[in-house]
């Protein structure tokens, strides 16, 4: 715990204008960023006596380490420079919102020749306009449903589309009159821009227009006894109406407005959004917070506006924006929503009438959300917490290890060896932090020796971390840092500037990508309290002595060992054994069994790309296209390998030279053994009565057999 006054900059120092401050902690991490009108005023609000400030607070300033800041012209650029940082260093202290869905938007793709209507979720793209968010998916697509038959605008992917053009043939919906049919060029590509943009202004909220508009037509197709025609278009009409019976009118005037509500209590906060578009509700969606500083409602909404706004331009900010607190100064919010509409922004709390009873609503939603939050939120903290705590009581921490990084090492049968590394904070999985490595210092099998490679690579780069940082210790031996060799990135290569990059396919869920400047967590800069290894008394042993060697005596180790699910401390002749409905030993057991899923995923994939290699990977000057036609010409690298030169130069494009190259280079590679089933004792043939091998280098034989007899081989 550090003593703020350690590092309070000195009187005369902080400027007295408007800027943006940054506290980080020990390891550089940025862990909050405020904005103020004042620096001076706002940070010598910090330094006052502990006693005097907000427990959160408290927290805050005794675990920085050092406090930085930015100076701006405005406190409008103040508030974009805070929203900037704030999405990119992820600040543990500062306010961040989350939603536990996400919400689907109904959107149209007017990016494209032929507009698309579809539903979408995630982040917003550029050229498609969006409507929403809604509740559930149903919804937009019952909407849909019933505005096709009005507007028939195009809802298929890019592969029924460009097969429909290919054949000639439309899709159902284009024989049923639900879709124009741009594909078969029934419509010309400006009149279905139309048509989508007339889908568009309908789903904005300007109905009236178009309701009053088949009227008209109706009734003049009835006046010239084109009934088939009028009623085609009384249908029409009745389909519109049924869409909009679907969102009743809450608000009159046709108004366009955001109301946002607010229900806290003194740990956490939830907001409520409530999207009105033409007097009627069109989206609602809603985010739960954490309250881990001192904040006012006003500085709450001010937070949920930079949340909703902070990548909106031109309509998508409405004229209007109710809120149960204004910001406090409130001028410089709404000169930002201002500018980011590109027109004038009202931003007021609502006093009587129908938005005051509106708001009332949303304000129950709030506390509504707010409530099933806690209730589902409830035993899970206290769960997490109770395993922190008997975890630090069996292993006799000091403190309760709320970070936690767990190694597994995996093989099969001793080939294509790596390890795995998964963080858990506070008891939850932090994606964005798992590490993969590939096992260079030796070939074969070794869980052991793995396993001190491993640790020693993670921990070098945490010296040499310190070190760039200038966080070395009197006496520490800055000679034993430096970068890990063999880290790897998703595609097997190592990255250009040594780090390790999260695997391919993993979920990474906080936050956006972080660049590797101070304060961004991408390298091995954060130092875990515990580290866990999947193994027993030796893989302890080895992982402590990699710590010992790099002058490490701060960090505790243990092992989880599979068989009985034992706890193993450096140096204990005995295991440490918790009882089975321990909640310390069961998420000891989730941070194993994912460090396991991890290392074996990286590794199954690794295999997988050795399977796919080939003979003719070796070949200089062979392309991937000439390849394939060589393989398409013969049928197998078997066939192939007994052509003579005459009969592979009779593949197109490849010249004699070529075809000598190839010969030789497949003389030379020795064929791979039999697959055989390890199950059956059965040698597997191919088509043409030849064994069947998955070669991964020439003379090296890769045994077949059953998915379930792989994974019993693998490690």
Request: with cysteine; proline share 6%.
């Amino acid at each position: 715990m550090a003593d703020p006054s350690s590092y309070r900059p000195r009187p005369g120092e902080i400027p007295d204008s408007p800027g943006v401050y940054r506290f980080r902690d020990e390891h550089r991490r940025v862990i909050y960023v405020g904005k103020a009108k004042s620096l001076r005023q706002r940070l010598a609000n910090y330094f006052q006596d502990l006693a005097n400030l907000h427990p959160r607070t408290r927290t805050m300033v005794t675990t920085a380490a050092s406090v930085e800041w930015t100076v701006v012209s405005t406190e409008v650029e103040a508030l974009q420079l805070e929203y900037s940082w704030i999405k990119e260093f992820d600040p543990r202290f500062n306010v961040k919102y989350r939603d536990d869905k996400s919400y689907p938007y109904l959107a149209v793709t007017m990016n494209e020749e032929f507009p698309r209507v579809q539903v979408m979720r995630g982040h917003k793209k550029k050229g498609v306009r969006y409507f929403g968010p809604y509740g559930h998916a149903w919804a937009i697509r019952d909407t849909v449903d019933l505005l096709l038959r009005v507007f028939p605008v195009r809802t298929c992917s890019a592969g029924v589309f460009k097969n429909a053009a290919r054949t000639g043939r439309p899709c159902l919906l284009g024989y049923i009159g639900k879709c124009s049919a741009p594909c078969v060029e029934r419509i010309s590509p400006e009149d279905h821009r139309e048509l989508a943009e007339e889908f568009c202004d309908f789903m904005a909220g300007r109905t009236g227009t178009y309701l009053r508009r088949l009227e008209r037509q109706m009734a003049d197709a009835a006046e010239e006894m084109e009934y088939e025609r009028a009623a085609r278009l009384r249908d029409d009409i009745g389909a519109l109406k049924k869409a909009m019976e679907k969102s009743a009118v809450v608000l009159a005037d046709a108004t366009d407005a955001d109301l946002i509500a607010v229900a806290e209590d003194e740990l956490e906060a939830a907001v409520q959004i409530f999207h009105v578009r033409g007097g009627r509700v069109r989206g609602q969606r809603g985010w739960v917070t954490d309250k881990v500083e001192e904040i006012t409602t006003g500085a709450l909404v001010e937070h949920a506006l930079q949340q909703l706004y902070g990548e909106e331009t031109g309509d998508a900010v409405p004229k209007e924006v109710l809120v149960p607190a204004l910001p406090d100064p409130v001028e410089p919010v709404q000169q930002w929503l201002t500018e980011r509409r590109g027109s004038g922004v009202s931003l007021r709390i609502p006093q009587r009438g129908d938005k005051k009873a509106l708001m009332a609503t949303v304000e129950r939603n709030a506390h509504q959300a707010l409530v099933l939050h806690k209730t589902k939120r409830a035993s899970d903290l206290t769960t997490r917490s109770r395993a922190l705590e008997e975890i630090a009581e069996a292993l006799d921490l000091d403190s309760a290890p709320l970070r936690i990084e767990c190694y597994d090492i995996s093989h099969l049968q001793g080939d294509d060896v790596v390890a795995s590394m998964v963080v858990f904070e506070d008891g939850l999985a932090r994606k964005s932090e798992y590490r993969r490595f590939q096992i260079k210092g030796f070939a074969g099998q070794d869980d052991v020796r793995s396993m001190h490679e491993v640790i020693t690579r993670r921990f070098r780069r945490y010296l040499a971390e310190k070190e760039r940082t200038g966080e070395w210790a009197d006496g520490q031996d800055a000679d034993t840092a430096g970068p890990g060799v063999g880290d790897v990135a998703s595609d097997g290569r190592p990255p250009a500037d040594g780090r390790v990059v999260p695997d391919d396919g993993e979920a990474l869920v906080d936050g956006p990508a972080l660049k590797d400047d101070d304060g961004r967590p991408k390298r091995f800069a954060y130092p875990p309290q515990l580290v866990v290894v999947d193994g027993g008394q030796p893989q302890v042993a080895a992982a402590q002595r990699a710590l010992d060697e790099l002058g490490i005596d701060d960090i505790a180790v243990c092992g989880l060992a599979k068989r009985l699910e034992e706890v193993w401390l450096p140096g204990d002749d005995d295991p440490v054994v918790l009882p089975r409905t321990s909640e310390g030993l069961y998420l000891l057991q989730r941070v194993r069994d994912e460090a396991h899923r991890f290392a074996i995923t990286y590794q199954r994939v690794k295999r997988a790309k050795r399977f796919r290699s080939s003979p003719l990977d070796d070949v200089p000057g062979l392309g991937d296209t000439r390849k394939q036609a060589l393989i398409k010409h013969f049928g197998s690298v078997k066939k192939l390998r007994a052509a003579t030169i005459d009969q592979i130069c009779e593949v197109p494009g490849i010249g004699r030279k070529t075809a000598e190259t190839v010969a030789v280079a497949l003389a030379r590679a020795t064929p791979a053994a039999p697959a055989v089933n390890t199950a059956t004792g059965e040698i597997m043939e191919d088509e043409d009565g030849a064994p069947e091998t998955t070669t991964d280098a020439p003379g090296e034989p890769v045994t077949a057999g059953t998915p379930d007899e792989r994974r019993g081989q693998e490690r």
